[in-house]
């Protein structure tokens, strides 16, 4: 009888890791990235977002890592190590099946705040004291946004960023049903000593997506610069001011 109970445990405990490691390695799926429910616990007040023309875009990660079922915000301030690369070219950008962009829609939340991602410092010299200043652990920006969630589905570590930037846009379609950039894309004049975004397989990035007050209803979508193309979010419909399809910006 003991002898049975015996191998009832043992069962029931090699059981329980396996199923413990299947779950581990779970392959991240499209229906898995659409049913992730984010929680919002900050009440700080929230208002939409207005523009006149085509402004720069300012999309950053405000969470890195293994995604659940119902996650709760925290707007991290600071990305973890090792989702940041400081050598440059390691990893290669996504191809349009590798990522999934999604717009929750059905949510509301805070906007994320750039994260500059710096070098480690290198060690003070004998005898300075010196410290790095402390950055909040925490900041929910107050323009009204809808939950971005990009998933890996690829086996590769993916570069989807750099210096706490997601190369993502805002696009409309304008009266005529094109599909026209409201946005233009950040770029840094300088890179030196920012490092680039990392996302490992099965793993999700969570961003926000502004959302604006206007006097043209139209559908939008969220374009990301991929390795050899645009990859799109899937559509939703919103508001912006029509004169943000006009890039006003002087080039020289």
Known sequence: MKTQSYVYILVSVILFFLVQQLKKNRDLTLEYI??????????????????????????????????????????????????????WGNYQRPQTDEIEIYVDNQGIIGSGKNIFIPPPP???????????????????????????????????????????????????????????????????????????????????????????????QTRMRLAFWGLDDFIYSNEFVGWINYDQFTDKKRYY
């Open 122 to 216: 290198p060690p003070p010299p004998p005898g300075l004291d010196f410290h790095m200043p402390e950055l909040p652990e925490h900041y929910r920006g107050e323009i009204r946004s809808y939950p971005v969630i990009i998933g890996n589905l690829s086996k590769d570590y993916l570069d989807i960023g750099f210096g706490g930037y997601l190369p993502l846009i805002l696009e409309a379609k304008d009266s005529s049903g094109q599909w026209q950039p409201v946005q233009r894309k950040f770029t840094f004049s300088c890179g030196m000593g920012l490092g680039s975004i990392i996302l490992p397989p099965n793993e999700v990035a969570l961003s926000t997506c502004p959302l604006y007050q206007g006097d043209y």
């Open 34 to 87: 659409h049913s992730i429910q984010l929680i919002d616990t900050f009440s700080s007040t929230l208002h939409l977002d207005t523009a006149s023309e085509r402004k720069v875009a300012g999309y950053h990660p405000i969470f890195i890592g293994p995604p659940k079922r119902k996650m709760t915000l925290a707007y991290q301030f600071e990305i973890e190590d090792r989702y940041v690369d400081f050598s």
